[in-house]
């Protein structure tokens, strides 16, 4: 039987509110990250052209929240808005994956490692949980710094192991992270 997570819908920091996503934030989502090239060039999936995308990865992540698979939760700041990106992780029956976008406005102020912190304190916690981890383009060196400075450590450099949509799909050097807990 797969690994049921109960995870709360809010998880708040000194600055944050991380927010399970909702429809309403399609047009945040939208405009603050998935549709600027910028944030969107070192990510899986791909940027968004039009709101219709948006709304197609809002589908998705309610009810892949809801099955139990895949989690998201908006980043705003602590009085609720504005929606700064988002981070989430996807549950293999305990093995954790995660990522995070954050609008250019936002960078360089310690909000994305104070949102993968926050989120590593409530999965840690989690009965279950046996490995969280991440990678990222080994060219994407202030993401790797986040990622550093949240906890996780190196684990391995991985030659030509994953093929970024947004980067010509051409095979691209990783860096695989894991918090060790």
């Known amino acids: 039987m797969p690994l049921k997570l109960n995870l709360p819908a809010q998880i708040t920091t000194n600055r944050l509110l991380l927010q399970r996503l909702r429809r309403e ?11 600027r090239t910028e944030v969107t060039k070192f990510m899986a999936w791909p940027t968004h052209h039009s709101i219709a995308d948006t709304h197609s990865f809002l589908n998705y992540a309610i009810a892949a929240w809801d099955a139990g698979q895949d989690f998201t939760y908006s980043i705003r700041q602590g009085n609720g808005k504005p929606l700064m990106g988002s981070i989430g992780f996807m549950n293999n029956d305990g ?14 102020n310690g909000y994305a490692t104070e949102a993968c912190k926050a989120l590593m304190d409530t999965l840690r916690l989690l009965e279950g949980i046996y490995r969280i981890s991440t990678f990222v383009d080994a060219d994407n060196v202030a993401s790797a710094r986040v990622l550093e400075k949240a906890g996780l450590v190196e684990e391995a450099r991985l030659k030509k192991w994953f093929r970024f949509v947004n980067q010509g799909n051409q095979p691209k050097d990783c860096v695989l992270y894991n918090l060790v807990f």
């Open 25 to 35: 934030d399609a047009d945040e989502i939208f405009h603050a990250y998935a549709s």
């Open 95 to 108: 093995k954790v994956q995660f990522g995070y976008s954050l609008a250019p406005e936002h960078w360089n």
